[in-house]
DNA sequence: CAGCATCCATCATGATACTG
DNA sequence: CAGTATCATGATGGATGCTG
């Protein structure tokens, strides 16, 4: 059973991509993507994020080895997060991902429109 | 505005991947790209689905224009579930997803465990 | 065979308040 | 500034039973 550059889809497989491919880290991931930011960046960036769900997601994308972060022990400390390398080989397939939605989403859309009709 | 490549991450481009690259629809997409299957044969193939989860997962599909949903109106009726073009299309990035997890793992594991130990 | 309806547990998310 | 802790709640997922 050989199968050229067919996928296993394990469950270790499933599980690294629902870490790093939910809502609030494709946004974050794009954020730092350009450049490091701090954690009130990213809540400016990503508007609607509460701290929570960005805190979640910074740490699961850290313990990934998403992304870096950088503690400044200054007085107020300064808390900097940059992207990987590994981080970014994923951001090369999220914008894939991207440009995919932004090609078929027409498609898509007729596809949604068809569907509501009928059903 | 052009943007070579570069994505824009809206909501609507983030909302048509939530419901393409769950959990369950992975691995539908990945059973129904080889030939088509019906419900209860999907089933069997990805084994730990409920019915519910998998009804909602190909609804979602099917709505999206993933998979196309073919009724036999026989004596029991047969419902015949297979992939699109657009389907596949997806499929291809799935797989290239699925190559990143697999070429990463490793590192991604090793910065678990770090991550674990110092933490 | 291919679902739908219901109930229930769990979880993710949000709002709010507090801290080194 | 960069979080943690707590509580409330709404969405999800599973188990079970029923149907054309």
Known sequence: ???TGSPKLTEQHR???DQVLDKW???????LCER?????????????????SLTAALRRLERNG???RIV???RPVAVEYRIT?????????????LHWTTVTLPAVERAR????DHA
Chains 1, 2 share one sequence.
């Open 1 to 3: 059973m050989q199968e």
């Open 72 to 74: 400044t022990s200054t």
């Open 25 to 31: 880290s494709l946004q974050v991931l794009d954020a």
């Open 36 to 52: 490091p930011l701090r954690f009130n960046d990213l809540r400016r960036v990503i508007p609607v994020v509460t701290q929570k």
């Open 66 to 68: 998403m992304v870096e």
């Open 85 to 97: 390398q590994l981080g970014r080989s994923l951001q090369e397939l999220i914008d894939a991902l």
């Open 15 to 17: 599980e690294l991509l």
């Open 113 to 116: 429109a068809r569907f509501d």
